[in-house]
């Protein structure tokens, strides 16, 4: 794919994405995957408010759907996205070509596989609740309530494991409210009995993500970045937006562009190798975190991450300039490398 399912530009724009499913079928053919409305969100949203309204209108004229992984067996979803900037906040949450969203003024919000906005919506598809109404889904009696009216009678399993990891999050997140730092972030991301932290029953968190944007525009934003899976066995690397910055070669995946093999032959995708350098050094580190050399390495990282953090804070309070943090995910990663060599 093309994309991923979190990201963030230089306008100080984030976005996340989950998959959901409603009552509106998802479509069979090609369409737009949410890793493509992430991207494109993200390309051309100067705001989280244009980030959305890109991807509503992208979805309007072109649908959701499509194939979103290599494998003959067909797998699609529709999605909820989080967008964020430095002074405003939404949840979108879609079914097909229709939408609704949230705009978050206060306390904290999580999504995880559900619809979760209920009778709250800020802003929405014209056609929503017509559809809706058409379709025997709402009487149009009382309150329009988005998640029950859209949400299916018998949802997948993957919804229904959701709901404890969705619950889990909003907890977490409620216990640290008003003081949610970087550091509580990251600790939220590698929690595992909520679910969040996934590395088993067929799934592992493949990357994980922690932004600060500061309200005060004259301070950059950070971008903290695993850039490999399972957050409680990686280091979350700071990237800083800057007319300084060092391309950072062995964190981006091999392109093959027309001679891509699955494009000609589908059914050699597993014989595909599409990580980078660093996925791989790390994944060859994991059959030795548990050892002892496995653990001096991971405590060196925590150690490294923990030193980030600080120049961060540093950062922020303005002892040192943020032009030269350029460098520094350049510098994590080309430790972090050499550390499992």
Known sequence: MWGAEMGANDQGVCIGNEAIWTKEPVAPGEALLGMDLVRLGLERGGSAWAALTTITELLEEH???GQCKEDPVP???HNTFLLVDRTEAWVLETAGRLWAAQKITEGVKNISNQLTIGTQVSAEHPELRSVARAQGWWDAEGEFNFSQVFTPEKPPVRMELAKQRYRGGTELLQRHAGAVTAAV?????????SGICMDSGGFCTTGSMVSILPRDTTLPCIHFLTGTPDPSRSVFKPFVFSDRYTPVPRVISPQYGPDDPVRKQPRFQSQVDRRHDLYKAHQVALSTMETGSGEEIHHILRELESQCLSEISALLSGDIAGEELGDL????????????Q
């Open 185 to 193: 972030m990251m600790s939220i991301l590698r929690d595992k009995p």
């Open 329 to 340: 995910f350049f510098d994590c990663v080309d430790t972090e490398i050499k550390l499992y």
């Open 75 to 77: 797998f699609s979803y």
């Open 63 to 65: 649908g959701q759907g």
